[in-house]
C-alpha cells in the first residue's frame, strides 16, 4: 500500500515551525555568548579534574573557545590530492559470498604547472582472508560497520599513493572522519588490526610531511555545544534530574543538548575563518598516541564544516596555515553552492559504483560459475523481491 501523505503533510508544517520558532532563535543567541565568555582555563581544569566519563561527548579547546583566525594565502604552487570509495557489499542471499571495493582518487595541481589526473581501482575480495577478521579461529565477517572501516583503510592507502606522486607543497583530503567511531564497539582484535593499518597509512603521510585532513560537510557534532553544558553544569552531569541550576541557565543546558556546533560557529566565522583547535575525549582517540584527531570549524563560505587532522597537523604552524589556505581556495573554486572541495568531487566520481555496474559484476559471476557448471541461485526472499507481488 503508497505512503498515505495526508498525515505527514501536517506533520512536516509542525515541524517546521518548531524549527523556525522565535524561543530557539534566542536561545542559539545566548549559547554563542557563553561560547564567547565562558574562561577556557577554567573549563580545562573542571574537565580535567572529573574522575568519572562525562555522559556526552566533551571536546577539550586546546587553545581558547571562541578564537577566530582568518584565512592566509594559500601558497603559488601546491596540490589537493582526494581519495574516496564505494562498495557492493556481502550478499548473503547470494551463493558465492563476496565483496568489491573501488577507490578514486584525483590529484589536481595549481600554480605555473597546473594539471590534474584522476584514476580509479577496484577489487574484488572472495578468499577467507578477505572476508573474516582472524579466520579459521574466531572468523568475524567482513559486513557492516566492519565493511566501512576496511573500506576506509584502503581510501586512506590509496590517498597515501596518489600522495607520493603529487607537487609539493600537498594537502590530503579524505570525505568523512578520521575517528574510526565504529570500532568503538568492537572486539579488541577487530580494533588491533584496522587500528594498526590506519595508524600505518598515518605514519607515512608524517614521513612525507603531507597534512592528512577529514573533511567532515554538514557536520552532527556536539561536542563543543556539551562543552558548555558543562560550563553551566553545577552538580553531577550524570544526574539531570538532580539539577540545581535556575530556570534559565536549565533551559539553555536543555538546548545545548541538542544544538549542533555548527550552529554555534555559523554566527561567529566568517567567510574563510576557523575555530581554535579541540580534542575530543572519545576513549578510541587513546589508541591513536601520536596521531590523537583534533579538529576546528571553519566557514568555507557558505557552510561550517569540520575538519580533523592528527595533532601533529594542528601543531605545526606552517602546515596548519597551509591546511586552511588550500581548503578556502578550494571551496572558493567550487562549482556549488554550498561549495565542496572540486578534488573530493572528482575522486568521488572515480570511485562510484553505479547499478549496472553492479549488475555487470554479478553476470561475470555468474557466467564464470555456469561455465563449470554452477548455477547461480539465489534464495527465495531475493527472488521475491525482485518480482512484482499479487
Not at 211 to 225: C, K, Q, T
Not at 265 to 276: A, I, K, V, Y
Not at 318 to 339: N, T, W
Amino acid at each position: 500500500m503508497p505512503l498515505k501523505l495526508g498525515p505527514i503533510n501536517k506533520q512536516v508544517e509542525d515541524m517546521a515551525r518548531s524549527v523556525t520558532a522565535e524561543e530557539r532563535r534566542e536561545q542559539l543567541d545566548k549559547a554563542r555568548q557563553l561560547l564567547r565568555v565562558a574562561d577556557t582555563a577554567e573549563l580545562k581544569a573542571k574537565i580535567r579534574s572529573r574522575r568519572r566519563l562525562f555522559p556526552w561527548l566533551v571536546a577539550v579547546p586546546t587553545g581558547t573557545l571562541s578564537g577566530v583566525f582568518p584565512s592566509p594565502a594559500p601558497p603559488p604552487d601546491f596540490s589537493v590530492v582526494a581519495a574516496d570509495g564505494s562498495s557492493i557489499p556481502p550478499d548473503r542471499h547470494s551463493p558465492v559470498h563476496f565483496y568489491v571495493i573501488n577507490t578514486g582518487h584525483a590529484v589536481l595541481t595549481y600554480g605555473r604547472r597546473p594539471d590534474a589526473s584522476l584514476d580509479s581501482e577496484g577489487r574484488l575480495y572472495f578468499e577467507d582472508r578477505d572476508l573474516y577478521i582472524s579466520p579459521g579461529r574466531k572468523n568475524i565477517p567482513i559486513e557492516g560497520t566492519r565493511l566501512g572501516m576496511t573500506m576506509e583503510v584502503a581510501e586512506l592507502r590509496t590517498l597515501l599513493a596518489a600522495s607520493r606522486s603529487a607537487i609539493q607543497p600537498a594537502v590530503a583530503l579524505r570525505d568523512g572522519s578520521l575517528i574510526l567511531w565504529a570500532l568503538q564497539n568492537e572486539d579488541e582484535v577487530v580494533q588491533r588490526k584496522f587500528l594498526g593499518e590506519f595508524k600505518a597509512c598515518l605514519d607515512e603521510f608524517r614521513t612525507l610531511r603531507v597534512p592528512v585532513l577529514g573533511y567532515i560537510s554538514y557536520p552532527g557534532s556536539h561536542d563543543v555545544a556539551n562543552t558548555l553544558r558543562v560550563w553551566l553544569c553545577q552538580d553531577d552531569p550524570s544526574d539531570c534530574d538532580a539539577c540545581s541550576l535556575a530556570e534559565e541557565d536549565r533551559t539553555l543546558c536543555t538546548f545545548l543538548s541538542t544544538a549542533l556546533d555548527r550552529q554555534l560557529f555559523d554566527g561567529l566565522l566568517q567567510d574563510g575563518e576557523r575555530s581554535d583547535i579541540f580534542e575530543s575525549l572519545s576513549a578510541i582517540l587513546d589508541r591513536y598516541l601520536e596521531h590523537h584527531v583534533q579538529f576546528f570549524y571553519m566557514n568555507v563560505g557558505g557552510e561550517i564544516v569540520r575538519i580533523e587532522a592528527p595533532q601533529w597537523v594542528m601543531r605545526d604552524v606552517k602546515m596548519l596555515e597551509r591546511v586552511q589556505a588550500v581548503i578556502y581556495d578550494q571551496c572558493r573554486r567550487s562549482g556549488g553552492y554550498p561549495p565542496y572541495p572540486p578534488a573530493l568531487q572528482e575522486a568521488h566520481e572515480q570511485a562510484v559504483i553505479n547499478a549496472a555496474e553492479r549488475r555487470l559484476v554479478e553476470e561475470l559471476i555468474e557466467q564464470a560459475l555456469a561455465e563449470r557448471g554452477i548455477v547461480y541461485t539465489r534464495s527465495a526472499k531475493a527472488y521475491s523481491k525482485r518480482r512484482r507481488g499479487v
